[in-house]
């Protein structure tokens, strides 16, 4: 079976995703489409490589993944395709895969050079989608490009450390539910705080607001939250809840929050993209 998923930046309102799966279609009838997200903010790369990096491994082997966020071809991003844990990624070498490639090591990178190939009216897509077509057909990278040893990295969306005492990362995903996704990961937290107490800080806007009311605890999951005694779930709603989520990133949260009701950990914390979340140890 031939899989290709999409993620972009296109939204749902206008034409541009119908007319994707339609050009896939044409070139690919047999193909399984899948829609992992159309609703990464504009250029957001970050954003864009955390719901690849969520999603992916939910698929089979071989599953082509086309990327479509900041996606034109220019001087600085060219187009690149790679063979990452046994999936294939095409994208636009402007941090996505970076990012995502910092846990494994790529198999295999290609820069694709078949652009002067296609009809002159050729969109940066169309190149894309042949090259992803070509590679659910089980052809061949060498054959759409030339191999690379290295990709563009953005080091400023990265987690830092200082003095082996403070992780300061970043937010770099809303979710549906207002939950707030950080780029700090499980294994940064686990190897550095080597058991050791810890507080959690957000809302760096402001120094005074940033020593009060820390997180002290980080839960295996939302429910974990419940205790094991008289009182019901829904005492605890409204509670605020940091967890490691599925894909092993610190996630900030409201236990069984309503965004349109209750409100949720961005609208409670006053958290945005890229806004500062620290962990200090004692």
């Known amino acids: 079976m031939s899989i ?6 296109y939204g749902l309102k206008d034409h541009f995703v119908g007319a994707l799966k339609g ?13 992992i997200s159309h609703e990464v903010d504009p250029f957001n790369v970050a954003q864009a490589s955390y719901l690849i990096e969520s999603a992916y491994a939910s698929f089979p ?3 082509v993944h086309l990327i479509g966020v900041d996606a034109e071809m220019n001087s600085e991003n060219q187009h690149i395709a790679l063979q990452w844990n046994g999936h294939y990624f095409i994208a636009a070498d402007n941090g996505i895969l970076s990012i995502l490639t910092q846990k494994i090591i790529p198999e295999k990178i290609y820069a694709i050079n078949i652009h002067d190939r296609l009809h002159l009216e050729a969109t940066d897509m169309d190149v894309l989608i042949t090259v992803a077509t070509h590679l659910s057909k089980g052809g061949l990278l060498n054959v759409i490009g030339k191999e690379i040893v290295a990709l563009k990295e953005i080091t400023q969306l990265q987690p830092s450390v200082e003095n082996n005492t403070i992780i300061k990362g970043c937010v770099i995903y809303i979710d549906h539910f207002g939950n ?13 705080g080597q058991e050791r107490p810890y507080e959690i800080f957000f809302n760096a806007k402001s120094n005074l607001k940033k020593k009060k009311n820390p997180i002290k605890t980080i839960y295996p999951k939302y429910s974990e939250i419940v205790n094991n005694d008289d009182y019901s779930s829904s005492t605890y709603d409204g509670i605020r809840v940091a967890i490691f989520n599925e894909a092993n990133y610190l996630e900030l949260g409201i236990y069984r929050s309503n965004p349109r009701s209750l409100g949720s950990a961005s609208s409670l914390f006053g958290l945005t993209y890229r806004d500062t979340v620290e962990i200090i140890f004692k």
């Open 180 to 192: 707030v996704v950080t780029n700090i990961t499980k294994k940064m937290f686990l190897e550095m």
């Open 61 to 63: 082997k071989g599953t």
């Open 4 to 9: 290709i998923t999409l993620t972009t930046d």
């Open 23 to 35: 050009k896939i279609a044409s070139q690919l009838p047999n193909a399984t489409v899948i829609d």
